[in-house]
């Protein structure tokens, strides 16, 4: 339990400092980076899902007047670390899969460095590729653990035997599509590498962590950490894709290193993201769920199919949050993953909890419906009061307020739980919901430093701000931790000139650097009291993943739809998305705000547009731009509210803070498809929900 | 350089946030490339170079425009006002008060073109241009969530300010 900090800037509606740059488009984002004469890179990427590169000709490319280097398997500087096959790149001549990186060209213009690019010729001894996932494979392999490093499979009780005894049962199959996190901003870079001295390199790059991209940098290129700077000051957008580095990285610091003294930069084309830059596997859930006549749980079991890459594995956590939701007298998860001719999966906004609250979450409501339940009340019936899992006691646990509190704003009571028979103008309506969870984590490595400058207090730490607020919530935090006034407080982030940070990523940023800068406020306030000196300056540090290991920590909250379908067409429509959370102490009710209506109105995107069609033939994603991969625009969102509760959570951190980044995404396609069913009665179980799926089933 | 081929060069006059450039342009050169990577002006953005993402809006002559789709040589002459052209330094435009107000960004990539965007939809509105939102098309179309919404459709958000954009524009429009 710790003492939470008084809360006086934090709470506090304050605009973003960040915002009056960002709409006049002053803000500058890596590619833009002002330096001087820059060359310009363009990836050449492999035109075979499988095989080997037998001859590459650069002459056409190199004789073009302006191109400065073309850099190959052949010529390119053999890398201090292979060991992530991902980031490995130009080092052999093995293709793994179609648009892998086989080479980068570098000219004095964009339009050169793309005109070369196009005159190099590759010839390849192409292989057969497999590419597609089912359920049905017989290589379907267990992982060792699921990301980032939970137990593959779980089993508690006699699932079996609790099913057969269940008078009423859910058994099947859902599925979410592959999905491509698509920040606004491509991954981009500005490099610059200084041969002077042994060489340093700095680095302007979109990413979610300077600290963590300049270590992965350094190991790979075998360079002293003092030799790499990496500097992000904006990111637009990230979403998971920018948590690690990918292989646009390599290709700029390995162009920079070519052309010593010389900035390069290096941006992805939108086409270029969908094989680069990671993405979400698509999964299959096969869900059971047998209960009662009263609805209390005897049997939950998720079985979980997705795939991963044949050079580097990755492994979404899929059946986590189905071991700690609801209670169940006996219970199983599992993952087993199919290692496939296609790009490297990664990190996409809510890993694990994302997909993995989607299949449980319809079928709840299946559940309800064949129970004739309120599916609101099935929720609450299933409550645990400590951690099913762990059976540690919840450090706060609000589901049951954020469902209650949910449907008295929704309007829920007294809803006709009959599907398809309410019609409107030629629509027919309905609603539906679901629950949201994220776990609530902090990373075990992050410092501040709290100085007294010019009459104000500077705090430092290479923290990342993708949009989040950070810019804008850290001084608050600071200003609480000091108990100084926010406008006294000035907050440097993105540069690893600062003291090292983590990742933005699992939602535990501000949890992990809000609680390095308590405690460097506290060092600082400790050593010089409340009257300071000019060049005063004390350092504060978290060194552990969590404050507090006995409870179970969680932000929780429930979802609730409107949806809309032509009774002719099919078309959906969602004129009304509404959640409330549970997620502590709110820092900054303006910034989060657009954090959780963010998060749910790209799950309704998840629910009802995004889709990654996977060309098998070729092994490329076929709709590979912004045109065909279609996200939600304007005109596809109605009224969308977030709210949340007050919620005291004395074991999270001295701030009383969870993350907000993430869980607003979680459960929203369920709820989606959930209301879909009550408006029409039709169940899509394959995610998104688009015209073809429902058009059959129509009344 | 531009494109080290005189015969594939052009030159061109452009008035870029109120200053004269006389350039010459590799003929390849979008207008987009042409203000990030020679002029240094990066307000405008590029989020797919297809004309799909609304990024890279400006006003081109005083009309909304997609930079990405036009080539600099075919814009001799042209006129560009871009986010950071609207107004001058210390000051906001009300569609860029409006957006700071309602929060109607987060990682703010969009948001010159979200912003420039909606500069042109008001202008659009008042000399009396329907949408396909427009119910009415003998009476002046107005500010209405859905004509707003669909007119700034052509303008992606990834971290989905939408419900923000939306009203911000409203606000804006009713600041005029
Ligand atoms: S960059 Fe021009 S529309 Fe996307
Ligand atoms: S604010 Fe990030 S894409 Fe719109």
């Known amino acids: 339990m710790t003492e939470l ?181 491509p991954h981009a870079s500005t490099a610059l590498w200084d041969a002077a001295d042994g060489g340093k390199l700095t680095l302007w790059d979109s990413t979610q962590g300077v600290h963590p991209d300049r270590k992965a940098v350094c190991s790979l290129f075998g360079l002293d950490l003092e030799r790499v700077q990496v500097v992000c000051p904006y990111v637009g957008g990230g979403f998971g894709s920018k948590g690690t580095p990918h292989a646009n990285v390599v290709l700029v610091a390995m162009a920079a290193r070519a052309l010593p003294g010389r900035a390069v930069k290096l ?42 890459s044949r050079i580097k594995e990755f492994a979404e956590q899929t059946g986590v949050p189905a071991r700690m939701m609801y209670t169940a007298a006996a219970r199983r998860t599992t993952h087993r993953l199919a290692a496939l ?119 430092e730490i290479g923290a990342a701000d993708l949009g989040t607020g950070a810019w804008t919530v850290l001084p608050q935090i600071a200003a609480d931790a000091l108990d100084a006034d926010v406008d006294d407080v000035e907050v440097r982030i ?22 390095a800068i308590v405690e460097a406020a506290r060092q600082f306030r400790g050593k010089f009291g409340r009257r300071p000196e000019d060049g005063d300056e004390a350092q504060g540090s978290v060194d552990q993943a969590a404050t507090d290991d006995e409870h179970a920590t969680y932000a929780f909250g429930a979802q609730f739809v409107e949806a809309r379908v032509h009774a002719d067409t ?53 709709n590979h731009d912004l045109a065909e991969y279609h996200v939600t625009v304007n005109a596809d969102v109605g009224d969308v509210q977030a709210h949340w509760i007050d919620e005291h959570d004395p074991y999270v951190n001295a701030m009383g803070i969870k993350g907000i980044g993430e869980i607003g995404i979680v459960g929203t396609a369920a709820a989606v498809v959930n209301a879909v069913f009550h408006a029409t009665g039709v169940r899509v179980r394959h995610l998104p929900v688009t015209l073809d799926k429902i058009l059959p089933g129509l009344p | 350089m531009p494109g080290t081929d005189r015969a594939m060069d052009a030159d061109i006059r452009l008035r870029v946030d109120g200053e004269l450039h006389e350039l010459t342009v590799d003929t390849r050169t979008t207008l987009l490339d042409l203000l990030r990577e020679r002029l240094g002006n990066t307000s405008p953005k590029k989020g797919c170079d297809h004309g799909q993402c609304g990024a890279c809006t400006v006003l081109l002559d005083g009309e909304r425009a997609l930079l990405c789709l036009a080539l600099a040589v075919s814009h001799d002459g042209a006129e560009i006002t871009t986010a950071d052209g609207l107004a001058p330094e210390g000051e906001l435009h009300p569609v860029q008060q409006a957006f ?77």
């Open chain 1, 5 to 185: 900090l008084e809360p006086r800037a934090m709470g506090r509606d304050l605009v973003r400092r960040d915002g009056v740059r960002k709409v006049r488009g002053t803000a500058t984002y890596a590619f833009e980076t002002p330096v001087e004469s820059p060359a310009f890179c363009h990836p050449l990427q492999a035109t075979v899902a499988r095989g080997r590169i037998t001859a590459v000709d650069t002459t056409a490319a190199e004789a073009l007047d302006g191109v400065l280097a073309v850099v190959t398997h052949e010529n390119a500087e053999r890398l201090a670390s292979t060991d992530d096959a991902e980031l490995a790149v130009l080092q052999s001549p093995e293709v793994a899969f179609r648009g892998q990186p086989i080479g980068v060209v570098v000219a004095e213009t964009s339009e050169l460095a793309r005109q070369a690019a196009d005159l190099v010729r590759v010839t390849y001894d192409e292989q057969p590729h497999d590419s597609v996932l089912s359920a049905d494979r017989g290589d379907l392999y267990a992982p060792e653990k699921v990301n980032p490093g939970y137990d593959t499979d779980t089993v508690q009780g006699d699932v079996d035997a609790e099913l057969a005894a269940s008078a009423v049962r859910v058994e099947q199959t859902y599925a979410t599509a592959m999905v491509h996190n698509n920040p606004l901003e």
């Open chain 1, 267 to 308: 941006a992805l084309t939108r086409q270029q993201m969908f094989t680069m830059a990671g993405y979400r596997t698509p999964t299959i859930q096969r869900m059971q769920l047998g209960a009662d006549r009263d609805g209390r749980i005897r049997a939950l079991a998720l079985d979980v199919v997705e795939q991963t």
């Open chain 1, 341 to 459: 001719d296609v790009p490297v999966p990664s990190w996409f906004r809510a890993p694990g909890e994302c997909p993995g609250m989607f299949g449980p979450e319809v079928a709840m409501d299946e559940l309800a419906h064949a129970l004739g339940m309120d599916p609101v009340e099935l929720r609450i019936r299933n409550e645990p009061d400590r951690d099913p899992e762990t059976g540690q006691p919840w450090s706060s646990r609000h589901l049951v307020e954020c469902l209650r509190e949910g449907a008295e704003r929704f309007g829920w009571a007294g809803r006709d739980p009959r599907p398809g028979v309410r019609r409107e103008d030629g629509w027919l309506v309905g609603t539906g919901m679901a629950s949201s969870v994220y776990p609530t984590m902090r990373q075990a490595q992050s410092t501040a430093t709290v100085r007294f400058e010019d009459g104000r207090y500077v705090v």
């Open chain 1, 494 to 515: 993105g540069d690893t000139r600062y003291p090292i940070a983590s990742v933005a990523g699992g939602s535990s940023g501000t949890n992990t650097w809000g609680s």
């Open chain 1, 570 to 622: 099919g078309e959906v429509r969602v004129p009304r998305l509404l959640g409330v959370f549970a997620c502590g102490r709110i820092v900054n009710p303006r910034t989060a705000r657009s954090q959780f209506i963010g998060g749910m109105t790209m799950g309704l995107s998840m629910a009802l547009h995004e889709n990654s069609a996977w060309d098998a033939r070729i092994g490329q994603v076929a």
């Open chain 2, 100 to 176: 700071l107000d309602h929060d109607a960004f987060q990682c703010g990539y969009c948001t010159p073109g979200q912003v420039c965007s909606a500069v042109g939809v008001l202008s659009e509105v008042d000399r009396g241009w329907p949408s396909h939102a427009t119910r009415d098309l003998t009476a002046a179309p107005e500010l209405s969530t859905d004509e707003v919404s669909e007119r700034m459709s052509g303008n992606l958000c990834r971290c989905a300010a939408y419900a923000h954009i939306t009203p911000a524009v409203q606000q804006a429009g009713g600041a005029r």
